[in-house]
């Protein structure tokens, strides 16, 4: 309990007393050890015995974290200067924790940032605009790659970085959407593919030049072209003319790919061509039925699964009438009736399919009708009543029922889909947590009864249950992955999950409820900290303000950091923070609590 309550134990004698006459329970060398250290500088003024004991162990005495200590180095009041003063080891993380925070949308590196009220207003944007230009000279390239990556830095820096040699400046110069017109021009006629590949796919870049850049020589710089959301359907047309036939199936998935160029695609020889052409949400209902006739049997599964497919299409495809016999087969069935687009009456009509896989779809389909997964849950296929079970469409008295029910020997299962099923009564989920046996399913009734309570009022079943099915398809030894992920890859995982930021933002918090911070290391460890900032949505937005508090706690200065200044977090665990031992965390919760007009103590 030391690292959740540093002040009683560092200021209680006995405690040191007690460790001075057993020296051999003084943790030193573990990971642990250090973590366990790590959570105690938290605390900040450290007792006079407990800081010596710090300064004379050759295991602390150098590190980082007793370095950043406010009673090593004092306080950091002009912030902008103290990083021209850090050394490139801490500088690093520093400027990649601000990048990392500057996806908010009041980030500080576009503030003056300090924690001094002596300081004038323009005092802090010239020592800001100061260090910014030292930053992008300095002569560590991951420094210098940072600013290039910056949203928030002025164009007139980014500018003056177009000469940098390193190859990883010059393509976050590329990416970056603030990076001046003129700047993107001249990087387009880098000799560096690579280099072209970037502009390519950067949104600002002028037609002008898109255009030259769709006739490169180098085939992955018309594919990353083809990444560029913005790009004019006049160019899409030509490259749908490109002798590659890669390049020409990218233009059969590009969102902006109109309809015509489509129909020109659905003619090509290309298989997977004609394939993403009946998969995409643009393609005129006229060339899907063309298409229902393909040769190809992927090419006509992916007709059945086209959610604009008109139910008319549907209906036929699954009558077979456009290819015979040929187009009977089950597992074309199946993706006939899984289409989201369906008709009801066609669910309704096959229900009752001969073939139990067809069924197990419908009793899945979030459209079938309540009365119709009712009828089902008596169906001979055990199977198929599991699938019962999971649909958040059940009607609540047959999920209790079903809670009763044996599956014909696949309990386990049928108890595991009622577990995940947000639509399961509270009452049932409890007693699943608390007597099912399966840890699967224990664990995963404890998980949805809790994201009951979180939502509350603003629970909406078809959208969470939309999400959670998409959270729970991946096992890991028999659980969820998601309950074997670390905290960054949970929160990864959310980011990229389809869904409103409520709803995620409250499984994450969920999730947190099993967060052990008094041994989380970094927050986003698994990979550098660049290359977090590099992704489309870290999923830094969805950590809560219960989150927050809980990471508050966590023994890693940066972790702390990140609380300290993210939008979300409490003005109560602010000024908590803003008491922290490290000069750093200290500082910008401080300068964050200003930022938002909150009252941080200083004191």
Not at 56 to 62: L, N, R
Not at 443 to 448: H, I, L, P, R
Request: hydrophobic letters at 40%.
């Amino acid at each position: 309990m030391a690292w959740q309550f540093p002040q009683e134990f560092l200021h209680n004698p006995v405690v040191f007393l007690y460790l001075l006459a057993h020296p051999e329970l003084m943790p030193t060398n573990r990971p642990t050890d250090h973590l366990f250290w790590e959570g105690l500088l938290r605390a900040a003024p450290l007792p006079p015995p407990w800081w010596d004991w710090f300064c004379k162990q050759p295991g602390y005495a150098d590190t980082e974290m007793l370095r950043l200590h406010i009673q090593c180095n004092g306080e950091v009041d002009d912030f902008w200067r103290a990083l021209q003063a850090e050394s490139a080891p801490t500088l690093l993380p520093l400027i990649e924790l601000l990048v990392l925070e500057e996806r908010q949308a009041s980030a500080l590196l576009a503030a003056p940032t300090s924690v001094s009220l002596s300081q004038s207003e323009n005092a802090l944007e010239i020592a800001r605009e100061e260090t910014l230009w030292w930053l992008a000279c300095h002569p560590q390239t991951q420094i210098r790659t940072l600013i290039a990556s910056s949203t928030r830095v002025p164009t007139e820096i980014l500018a003056s970085m177009v000469q940098d040699l390193a190859w990883d400046v010059r393509r976050e110069l590329a990416c970056n959407q603030r990076t001046p017109v003129e700047v993107l021009v001249s990087l387009s006629r880098h000799a560096d593919a690579s280099t072209r590949s970037r502009v390519a796919e950067n949104e600002h870049v002028p037609v002008e030049t898109l255009y030259v850049l769709a006739q490169d020589r180098e085939r992955f710089v018309r594919e990353a072209l083809l990444k560029n959301k913005q790009l004019p359907t006049e160019i899409l047309a030509r490259m749908a003319q490109d002798r590659d036939e890669e390049i020409r199936r990218q233009v059969a998935s590009h969102p902006r790919t109109s309809a015509d160029i489509l129909g020109m695609l659905a003619q090509d020889r290309d298989e997977a061509v004609r394939r993403r052409v009946a998969s995409h949400p643009q393609t005129s209902a006229d060339v899907l039925w063309i298409l229902a006739w393909d040769k190809s049997l992927e090419v006509r599964v992916a007709v059945a699964e086209n959610e604009l497919a008109p139910a008319a299409l549907l209906e036929a495809l699954m009558k077979g009438e456009t290819l015979g016999e040929t187009l009977g087969e089950i597992h074309f069935k199946m993706n006939v009736v899984g289409n989201l687009r369906v008709s009801v009456s066609l669910l309704r009509r096959h229900a009752q399919h001969e073939d139990q896989n067809v069924r197990r779809v419908i009793a899945e389909h979030p459209q079938t009708p309540p009365e119709i997964l009712s009828q089902m849950c008596q169906d001979r296929d055990p199977f198929v009543q599991i699938a019962v079970a999971g649909n958040w469409q059940t009607p609540v008295d047959v999920l209790r029922t079903l809670a009763q029910h044996e599956f014909e020997g696949l309990k386990r299962w049928g108890l595991e889909a009622l577990a995940q099923n947000i639509q399961t009564p509270f009452e049932v989920l409890q007693t699943l947590a608390q007597k099912t046996q399966h840890g699967p399913t224990r664990w995963s009734a404890t998980f949805v009864s809790r994201l009951q309570v979180e939502l509350g009022e603003h629970l909406d079943r078809e959208e969470v249950g939309t999400i959670l099915k998409d959270l729970f398809r991946t096992k890991r030894v028999d659980y969820p992955a998601i309950k074997e992920d670390s905290p960054e890859q949970q929160i990864l995982t959310l980011a990229l999950l389809k869904g409103s930021t409520l709803v995620r933002r409250a499984i994450l918090t969920v999730l947190a409820t099993e967060w052990d911070v008094s041994t989380m290391g970094e927050l986003y460890e698994s990979h550098p900290y660049s290359w977090w900032v590099g992704q489309p949505d870290t999923g830094f937005n969805l950590l809560s303000p219960e989150v927050l508090q809980k990471l508050a706690l966590a023994p890693k200065w940066k972790v702390r950091f990140l609380v300290a200044s993210h939008e979300q977090t409490s003005e109560l665990t602010r000024q908590c923070l803003s008491q922290d031992g490290n000069r750093y965390v200290r500082a910008i919760a401080r300068a964050k609590a200003a930022h938002m007009g909150e009252s941080a103590s200083s004191e």
